[in-house]
């Protein structure tokens, strides 16, 4: 009895073994970078929130950087419909003129309702990371559910922004709707 236990341990160790190295480990924001990227691809902007048709798809994180270099990463060479993408880094909302995707960290979610109601214009892509449904007013919200990462679109924001969302990613988000009790 003895042994058959040992060589059943034997087999499943064997077994875990012999499936190669572990996947690394995905870092909560390398994830969340890889869906800024992707935010940038199914959302369309007033024709006037770029003043030339060269000009990049500018990001833009508020405060404090949780990414570590992995927006940097993601984004470098890639382009959408021409435009390249950069990343700016910005203290105040005083400095997002020629933002796109306004990124507010979860360091900033205390000043996030007043600092976006301070943003005069519009086509910004506001996107936050809060537990409170709605995120005050950000248009896509990340929130953690049993340890992966799932967003929410307010689209009363969207709006506010006019920016036209893909129904493909309308699809995939969980859909705020603020005005609803």
């Known amino acids: 009895m003895k042994h ?6 034997f087999i499943a160790l064997g077994t875990c073994l012999s499936a190669g190295p572990p996947e690394p480990q995905v870092d909560e924001y ?3 970078a890889a869906f800024l990227y992707n935010f940038a691809k199914f959302v369309q902007w007033p024709p006037d929130a770029f003043p030339s048709p060269n000009e990049p798809i500018a990001i833009c994180i508020l405060g404090q950087d949780p990414f570590g270099g992995s927006l940097e990463v993601t984004v470098a060479g890639r382009a959408i419909e021409g435009r390249s993408l950069v990343v700016r880094h910005i203290s105040n ?21 007043p600092t976006l109601s301070e943003i005069r214009t519009p086509g910004i892509l506001t996107i936050g990371e ?17 340890g992966k990462v799932r967003f929410e679109i307010n689209m009363a924001a969207a709006e506010r922004e006019k920016l036209r969302i893909s129904s ?14």
């Open 4 to 9: 058959t236990a040992a060589l059943g341990l």
């Open 30 to 32: 390398q994830v969340k």
């Open 93 to 113: 909302v005083r400095q997002v003129a020629g933002c796109h995707i306004l990124f507010v960290s979860s360091a900033e979610n205390k000043r996030s309702a």
């Open 130 to 146: 809060s537990d409170a449904s709605g995120a005050d007013g950000v248009v896509i919200n990340f929130r953690l559910d049993g």
């Open 168 to 181: 493909r990613l309308l699809s995939l988000a969980h859909i705020v709707d603020p005005g609803r009790k």
